[in-house]
């Protein structure tokens, strides 16, 4: 007997040197080396040159550590937009940029100092800032190589820093636009403090924590009133900051609330044979027996409570209400405090204030007001002539000069404030303490850099007024020596507005993704207070005014300022502090040189004058279309971008706004090295490869907090090997495709033309997911098309004609077509999320054709399909499937070749052929029938020595059936 040929040698088997194993540690580095050689970015700035622009300008990270998976994201998100619009054809330059002032890199260079047991404040000025320079240039070159290896693609060789000299001249510039027009004040209101880094912070760089704190009732007596019955008695305030006693001078009460005037009555069970007064006179407290005390009605029982509790155990302390009065006839009433022994500013009388912020949800309804330290306290006190003393210094502590507690401990030592501490020991021999106790929970402002505490503090500030009228003022449109040249501001643009009304406007003409970040800005800028500018630290661009020591105004003389923005463009930062630049009609004896700094939210605010609009980058141009950051940067990045534009040229730096969520822990927990939670993209990447991180990053829901951990990355793996596997199919099946073979589309059969229309719907999916800045439905969308038009349907439909067809076939040939149009849509729609393993892919196909990101967004061939019908037609194949499954496990049949298949008619639509039912089902035969259901067996047939399909005209297992006894001689005479 004669053993049956073996066919294998002609079926066209897929074969590419696309590796299914991708190696992305190995690969992606000598990837990105060829683009660097091959100068990709500046190939693309050619390519575009005189498109239409999109212009995504970079918020500048702070150059102070390694990349970390926050980073990570936000710079994925960002080369996504610029890929893709680069994609659709537009020119979308991209210049990285770093934050390179301000606390975060001083307070690493003061560390540094730290170690050594050196004292920063002993170091020449100068050479303190030059070492801050070089630190931040040192972690801009770090952080620099590190977000490359993400792939992104961007002008990383001109990056812009807002130390380089003329960015500084820039932002001294942008300064200066607002002294000249009036915008700027020197003015003292408590502002957020840090004692520890001896600084005003922005409140983007305020962060707040639970603690607990000690919680005191303090009793000032009152000496004069119109109720004469309340003098004798105790207005009582409740605070949780006992340091702020010592600055007291008012109290406030509500107009509308209801006080009572109570008796604190004592009782004790006595051991032995003293008396209860025998007792109570060697109790810390016993000054509080028979006393009057005003409290506001509704929270009488909690101050009750709260005395109590402070007697202790063996005695009973109780209110016993005598009088009631309406807040409003407090007016007029005065206080001493209980230090008033003291004399000085101690004995002077504190009258009691009426504020409509006083509230009984908590303490005894009245307020006590210490103007240095509370906003509501600043305010009301300023409106009864009542100023701050200026009594707290910059390290916390009091002034030595003050009659109590000078020079005393650190007011946010918790040892200073605790009940035992001086300040409530004080108080208690005083005769002025009720109730102290340490355990009172509540959120309170911290640092973000260092974690301490933070103050409310009165210092002399310079501030941005958020509610004066802003003037009409003129700037040279021109360049201005060199730096950014200003946009000439008009009445049109505002007519008369405030700095708030233009930046809510401009809010409203933004557009925000998503839209909830509208409303949240919007409620920032509506409540914010006025924009505090200055800092007391050293590096920094200062705040380059001259003061006149006379009548305490600042110099605002064009010729003075554009002098000062020449130098510092030469020189840098230092150029102010080293040089004189007052014209001959001023006498420099006259006027203070101010020293402090500009808090780095003005730093970059300014950038989008230094970069977008300065010519150093001409590719570049202002507006930019969108900025791209975190949430958390409504408060900072965005808003001061938003405040400094909206003073200078009337309207927002930006067309549209995107930020993105946090990244949390696999559980969802926020990562925090001490928790041993935080993940680090560089071991990411040497683990998976950028490829990886940039799918994970791009598959989230970036518009909310989201994960990364262990399983989700092995999730994201296993989807990329999806993806891979599509691509590495199509090149197998296309090799030695041409375009020789190619049918036009009128000539496909319908499969070809539904998968195309299928691709068509894809297009239409996928741009309107780049309009949307909507990645997540964008790589959903192309993992799914892969996954289920691809590798689950066509993929497995055609395998049979593409392997087993003559090469001339025309359903091989508008299959190969199919593919090869497949293939070019899917490696442009894949390379703004996969640039490496696109590029790997388009380079594997086309070794000689350039990069992949030089190509333009494909163009998909118009098909029309009958959705409907073929959605009946894919729901019928499921079934026909389902009902193989069981005959398959049982090995009954080895595949679907074997089976015969019968289908309701009724399911069929009328036009289907049985030839197309049986390549939808890849089975030998199909039949139709009256009843339900789908009838499956084994085909009695003979299976085809090549094709392995069971059909009736194959006479023998092994021998042809007709398509392949036509393929054979084919296939041998083309080799």
């Known amino acids: 007997m004669t053993e049956p040929r073996d066919y294998r040698d002609t079926v066209f088997l897929p074969k590419t040197a696309f590796p299914m194993k991708a190696g992305l540690p190995q690969k992606e580095p000598e990837i990105l080396a060829r683009w660097q050689a091959a100068d990709l970015h500046g190939q693309l700035r050619a390519a575009r040159d005189g498109a239409e622009k999109f212009i995504l300008h970079d918020g500048p990270p702070y150059a102070n550590g390694d990349m970390h998976i926050g980073h990570a ?172 006693i010592p600055v007291n001078q008012a109290l406030a009460y509500g107009p509308e609330v209801e006080y009572v005037v109570a008796q604190v009555v004592v009782g004790a069970s006595v051991d032995g044979n003293a008396s209860v007064d025998e007792a109570l006179e060697s ?91 509370g906003e509501d306290d600043f305010e009301l006190c300023r409106e009864y002539g009542i100023g701050p003393k200026f009594v707290v210094e910059a390290d916390g502590r009091y002034r030595a000069d003050w009659p109590w507690l000078g020079g005393a401990a650190s007011v946010i030592n918790p040892k200073f404030n605790a009940p035992e501490g001086p300040i409530c020991t004080a108080l208690q021999e005083a005769g002025g303490l009720l109730a102290a106790s340490a355990d009172y929970r509540h959120s309170y402002p ?66 925000w993704v998503p839209e909830k970040g509208r409303n949240r800005i919007g409620s920032m800028v509506e409540g914010r207070p006025d924009w505090v500018l200055s800092r007391q630290r050293a590096w920094g661009v200062p705040i380059t005014l001259y003061v006149h020591r006379g009548t305490g105004e600042y110099l605002a003389d064009p010729i003075v300022n554009q002098r000062i923005v020449d130098a510092v463009r030469e020189g840098g930062v230092d150029a102010w502090y080293a040089g004189d630049f007052l014209t001959d009609e001023y006498a420099a004896d006259d006027y203070e040189k101010i020293t402090d700094i500009l808090d780095v939210w003005f730093d970059s605010g300014c950038t989008h004058a230094f970069v977008l609009e300065s010519g150093r980058w001409p590719a570049l141009q202002w507006p930019a279309d969108l900025y791209l950051e975190g949430s958390d940067q409504h408060r900072g990045w965005f808003q001061s971008s938003l405040l400094e534009s909206c003073a200078t040229r009337g309207r927002a730096p930006y067309n549209a706004v995107l930020t993105h969520g946090f990244t949390m822990d696999g559980k969802g927990e926020k990562m925090s090295k001490s928790k041993g939670n935080t993940i680090s993209p560089l071991d990411l990447m040497r683990d998976y490869g950028a490829d990886i991180i940039r799918l994970w990053a791009l598959s989230v829901d970036y518009t909310e907090d989201h994960r990364i951990g262990d399983e989700i990355l092995k999730g994201v793996a296993d989807g990329y090997r999806k993806l891979r596997n599509t691509v590495r199919y199509l090149l197998g099946a296309l090799e030695g495709y041409s375009e020789a073979e190619a049918l036009p589309v009128a000539e496909m059969p319908e499969l070809e033309r539904y998968m195309l229309a299928r691709l068509g719907v894809l297009d239409a999916t996928l741009r309107g997911a780049v309009d949307a800045f909507d990645f997540n439905t964008y790589v959903r969308s192309v993992g799914e098309f892969c996954n289920e038009e691809l590798s689950a349907f066509y993929f497995d439909i055609r395998k049979d004609s593409l392997y087993c067809d003559a090469p001339a076939d025309l359903r091989r040939r508008a299959c190969r077509t199919v593919m090869d149009t497949l293939f070019h849509a899917l490696v442009r729609y894949l390379a703004p999320v996969l640039v490496f393993t ?138």
């Open 838 to 975: 696109a590029e790997e892919a388009w380079g594997t196909r086309y070794p000689d054709a350039g990069s992949v990101h030089l190509l333009e967004w494909p163009e998909v061939p118009v098909a029309e399909a009958d959705e409907a019908r073929w959605a009946q037609l894919r729901a019928l194949r499921e079934q026909v499937l389902e009902a193989i499954e069981p005959l398959r496990r049982e090995k009954v049949v080895r595949s679907s070749l074997e089976a015969e298949v019968g289908v309701p008619a009724a399911a069929v639509p009328a036009d289907v052929s049985d030839a197309l039912l049986a390549e939808l089902f890849i089975t030998g035969a199909v039949t139709r029938h009256d009843g339900d259901g789908v009838l499956v067996a084994k085909a009695d047939d003979a299976k085809c020595g090549r094709c392995w399909r069971l059909l009736p005209e194959v006479p023998e297992d092994g021998a042809l059936c007709d398509r392949c006894a036509e393929a054979v001689p084919q296939v041998e005479a083309a080799r």
């Open 73 to 244: 994201l936000n710079h994925v998100l960002k080369d996504m937009v610029i890929r893709t619009q680069t994609l659709l054809g537009k020119d979308a330059p991209y210049v990285p940029g770093w934050d390179c002032h301000g606390l975060p890199i001083e307070w690493k260079v003061e560390e540094q100092y730290r170690k050594k047991k050196l004292n920063k404040d002993e170091v020449p000025a100068d050479e303190f800032r030059a070492e801050c320079r070089a630190y931040a240039a040192q972690w801009v070159d770090v952080q620099r190589e590190q977000l490359k290896r993400l792939g992104g693609m961007g002008d990383w060789d001109h990056p812009y820093l807002t130390m380089d000299y003329a960015a500084e001249a820039t932002i001294v510039r942008e300064l200066l636009k607002f002294a000249e027009s009036g915008l700027l004040y020197r003015g003292a209101k408590p502002v957020m403090w840090s004692p520890v880094e001896k600084t005003a912070l922005a409140e983007a760089e305020v962060e707040y924590e639970d603690i607990t704190s000690t919680q005191i009732d303090v009793a000032f007596e009152i000496v004069e009133s119109p109720v004469a019955e309340l003098v004798g008695a105790y207005a009582v305030i409740w605070t949780t900051t006992p340091w702020t």
């Open 283 to 373: 109790h810390p407290l016993r000054h509080l027996a028979g006393k009057h005390i005003l409290v506001a009605q509704p929270l009488l029982a909690a101050v009750e409570k709260r005395i109590d509790q402070s007697f202790g155990d063996s005695w009973r302390a109780a209110l016993t209400p005598k009088q009631t009065i309406l807040g409003s006839d407090l007016a007029g009433t005065k206080v001493r405090h209980p230090m008033h022994h003291l004399g000085g500013f101690f004995a002077d009388l504190r009258p009691m204030l009426p504020g409509g912020f006083v509230t009984t949800d908590s303490g005894t309804g009245l307020v006590h007001m210490a103007p240095d330290h």
């Open 446 to 511: 911290h640092s973000w850099r260092s974690k301490a505490k933070l103050i409310f503090r009165c210092t002399p500030q310079w501030f941005v007024p958020m509610d004066q009228a802003m003037q009409p003022f003129d700037f040279p449109v021109a360049p201005l020596g060199g730096i950014g040249g200003a946009v000439a501001l008009g009445t049109e643009a505002h007519p008369q507005a405030t700095l708030r009304e233009t930046a809510v406007k401009a809010i409203a003409d933004t557009r």
